[in-house]
């Protein structure tokens, strides 16, 4: 086994032995990630049948099959390192991380997949009722279904390095809470969690696409769904590698800059 | 710097910007506006170095920069000026070859994990410093048994008292046998029987291993215990390096004679400073340089009884030393 297999495995029994201890808060917030979907899902399927049954190109299956596959990416692409890094600067825990011959990103990143993989069991039988009670319709052409897997992981990919990236802010600033409340308003429109992206105005879309928010959440159901082309879904697949190849440089460079501030001004 | 140090720092110095501003609401509209920002120097520019295998008890009183100069030297904090450089290697670039073998202990922080048992917390020390198996589980053998950790390894670590959860870090911090030990104020907080017990420990550290320690300590015992030499810093700056004996001859102008005599009623005040009188013995406080004088002559003038010469408290030396009493 190499080196960095056995911290991911190591780090992935430590995290694991870690949320058996918090069994009823990653109860509820898995519970939040199943609800708040469905919250939308049942707005929006009375606004489709206030409107005579469909709403800007979703009926009320299409809506249920947009949240319900919104819900897995979402648990999929979900971090929460914005959170937790203006606490281990702030305490100093941040200086142990650095004083390891390891990359600090490696911590969070098992922890993340591995909070994940304890929740699936949670989710999917959450989606399967959902399913079962709203039936959902979408028929994704193969190739769509197949592009659907390197998209999710892309997305996830592109989400981590974005929100890793922004939480680093906290090596400036003391207010990180205020960042992450304008991020995550942005994001919950942008990414398409409140209501599909087509049904926004086309400057927001424009926007959704030009920022990586898109490519983060939204993308991946498009795909799933079956509304795109190949075209659009190789642009998009392309967008999300540019937007990782760009996130991992801005990560590096802040990354950088940040600890130079930490270890200049007091770990 | 001698390639033979494992620690050394030429005129090592940091400084801070703190952005300051009055108490009130004003002060703090104006703030918004503009900053006021004050250079505050923590280290002002301290020089040593250390050999392989010494122990070094680095004092100071609060705000000395101690922790500071430690950071430096563990590679947290990168110096505002001077060199410095650990087992050759210059401690902010933070090099993996350079981690590997240094480690700090903060006995006011953690790095084990809260939730789980510290023996899990190791095996991921384990993985991250690649150390091999069959040495992980002989020094987790020998840290076990020089601590006494045996049942505590299996406990969730929010579950052990602080002496417990204290061992357990400096076993994890220890778990990659770093030669360089940055250790910061390892017993605050712990009961006089489980600080003897963590000194023990970091002697047998240093001798089984031959490893540089750097300790602070607000505990005079633990500076006495375990080290000869002494590094004294005080308002970022170096105020002495040596042997602690020679501190004590350095900064203490005199020696306390205890005398007992047959008649209690004796007057010494002839022969020194009557400091107390308790219990029939007497108290004086005398020049260092004529105690061996005065004691002679109390000896050939008086009927004695008993009679002993000491060195005041280390504590007491540690805070003239401070107060820049020196004489």
Known sequence: MTGVQDVYRQQFKTTLASFIQYRASIFIWTIDRILEPLIYLVVWSAVARAAGGRVGGFDTSQFAAYF??????????????????????????????????????HTDLVDNISSKLITLPLMLPAAAVLVALFKPAFSPPLWAAALFVPALLLAFAVKFVVEWTLALSAFWTTRVSAVNQAYFVAALFLSGQMAPLSLLPHWLQVAASLLPFRWMISFPVELLLGRLTVAQAVTGLGAQAAWLLLGLLLLRTVWRAGVRVYSAVGA | MKSSDAISARDLRKSFFVTE????????????????????????GISFTLKPGEIVGFLGPNGAGKTT?????????????????????????????????????????NQLVWDIPAADSFELNRAIYRIPGSDFRST???????????????????????GERMKCELAAALLHRP????????????????????????????????????????????????????????????????????????FTAHKTIVVKLEDEQTDLRAYGEVISRQEGAVTLRVPREQTPRVTGRILADLPVIDLTVEDPPIEEVIERVFAGEAS
């Open chain 1, 68 to 105: 319900i596959v919104m819900m897995l990416v979402t648990q999929v692409t979900y971090t929460w390192v914005m959170y937790e890094y203006e606490y281990k600067i702030r305490h100093g825990s941040l200086s142990f991380a650095l004083l390891r011959p390891i990359h600090p990103i």
């Open chain 2, 21 to 44: 501003r009055e108490s009130g609401v004003g002060a703090a509209l104006a703030s918004l506006v503009r900053r006021r920002r004050e250079e505050v120097t923590a280290v002002a």
């Open chain 2, 69 to 109: 100069t430690l950071k430096m030297l563990s590679g947290l904090l990168h110096p505002s000026g001077g060199e410095v450089s650990v087992l050759g290697h210059v401690p902010w670039k933070r090099e993996k070859a350079f981690l590997r073998q240094i480690t700090l202990v903060m006995g006011q922080r």
């Open chain 2, 140 to 162: 987790v053998g020998e840290l076990t048994e020089l601590l006494e950790l045996g049942p505590l390894l299996r406990k969730p670590v929010r579950n052990l008292s602080l």
């Open chain 2, 179 to 250: 030669q360089v030990v940055f250790l910061d104020e390892p017993t605050i907080g712990l009961d006089v029987t489980m600080q003897r017990r963590i000194r023990g420990f970091i002697a047998q550290y240093n001798q089984r291993f031959g490893a540089t320690v750097l300790l602070t300590s607000h505990y005079m015992a633990d500076v006495e215990a375990l080290c000869r030499r002494v590094i004294v810093i005080h308002h970022g700056r170096l105020l002495f390096d040596g042997e602690l004996a020679t501190l004590v001859d350095r």
